[in-house]
Nanobody, 123 residues
Framework: QVQLVESGGGSVQASGSLTLSCALSGWTSTTYSMAWFRQAPGHGREAVAATDNGGRRMYAEFAKGRFTISKDNAQNILYLRMNSLKPEDTAMYYC?????????????????WGQGTQVTVSP
C-alpha cells in the first residue's frame, strides 16, 4: 500500500524559509511523477512543483525562483524547499505520487496523496 507522509510545515514570517518533506513508502514502480500541491481556504488545489524519475522538474509561476523540488531516491523522500515566503503562500501543502513515464502537473492524474502539512506565513 502506497503511503505519503508530509512534514516540515509551520509558521514563519514573510521572507523566511521552510523545507517540506514527504516520505514515500510502499512504492514499487521505477517510473513516477511526484508533486507538491497546495490549497488555501476558499481556493482550489493548485500545483506548486513536480518532478519525475527522469529528473525533470516543473514549477508554477509563483514558485519559480523561490521554491525548489528535489527527491532523495535512497530515502524515498520528496522535498520542497521554500525561500522568500510570502503571506499568500499560506496554505495546506500536499504531496502526491503517480506511476507515470512523464511529468504530471495536474492533480486529477495523481492517485496517491498525503494528508497535508500546514504552512502559515505572517506579514
Amino acid at each position: 500500500q502506497v503511503q505519503l507522509v508530509e512534514s516540515g510545515g509551520g509558521s514563519v514570517q514573510a521572507s523566511g524559509s521552510l523545507t517540506l518533506s514527504c516520505a514515500l513508502s510502499g512504492w514499487t514502480s521505477t517510473t513516477y511523477s511526484m508533486a507538491w500541491f497546495r490549497q488555501a481556504p476558499g481556493h482550489g488545489r493548485e500545483a506548486v512543483a513536480a518532478t519525475d524519475n527522469g529528473g525533470r522538474r516543473m514549477y508554477a509561476e509563483f514558485a519559480k525562483g523561490r521554491f525548489t523540488i528535489s527527491k532523495d531516491n535512497a530515502q524515498n523522500i520528496l522535498y520542497l524547499r521554500m525561500n522568500s515566503l510570502k503571506p499568500e503562500d499560506t496554505a495546506m501543502y500536499y504531496c502526491a505520487a503517480a506511476e507515470a513515464a512523464y511529468l504530471i502537473f495536474s492533480a486529477m492524474y495523481y492517485p496517491h496523496w498525503g494528508q497535508g502539512t500546514q504552512v502559515t506565513v505572517s506579514p
